[in-house]
Structures are given as structure tokens and as C-alpha cells.
């Protein structure tokens, strides 16, 4: 694989898919591959998943904000425009 590549191992609980993997370790081989082996990823993945969504959701509303803070959405945007349920 090429340097800078990640492979996660959803299967590092039961031994892994990959030679490679270690149990419950993140680290990086020789040629700069990072290796996943968490056993408790889905533990994980509810926090990340949380601030991506909340993070989704504050950038959606700047977008419908203007400089002086005032609500201001405009309907022929791709993404405001498909949000708004009603006008």
C-alpha cells in the first residue's frame, strides 16, 4: 500500500483480517501504512459520529446567517435551499 494509507481492522477482536494487525494497537509499519487493531472501535465510533453531525449542523446554520447575524437563506442554494421545509 501506499505511505499514508490506513487500513482498519474490524475484525482485531477475533485475531484480524490482516497479517498485520495487533490487538487493541494503532501504529505505523515501515512504509508508513497506519494499522487499526482497536477491539473496542464501535465504542469509539459514537462520540466521532456526534461531533461530525454537530459540526455538520453549526456549519449549515453560518451558512444561513449573514454578517450581521441575521437569518438570511437563500432558496435557490443547493443546500439551504433543500433544507428549508417551509417559507
Known amino acids: ?8 481492522d474490524l475484525a482485531a477482536e ?5 497479517p498485520l494487525t495487533r490487538k487493541d494497537e494503532k501504529y505505523v509499519t515501515d512504509n ?3 494499522m487499526i487493531g482497536y477491539s473496542d472501535l464501535p465504542s ?3 462520540g466521532q459520529a456526534s ?4 459540526n455538520n449542523v453549526v456549519k449549515l446554520l453560518q451558512s444561513m446567517v449573514d454578517k450581521e447575524n441575521v ?7 443547493d443546500v439551504t ?3 428549508i421545509v417551509t417559507n
Do not use: F, I, Q, W
Open 44 to 46: 469509539r465510533l459514537a
Open 32 to 34: 508508513g501504512v497506519t
Open 71 to 77: 437569518l438570511h437563506y437563500d432558496l435557490e442554494d
Open 51 to 54: 461531533g461530525l453531525y454537530s
Open 14 to 18: 477475533a485475531g484480524g483480517n490482516c
Open 81 to 83: 435551499g433543500r433544507a
Open 1 to 8: 500500500m501506499k505511505p499514508g494509507s490506513v487500513v482498519v
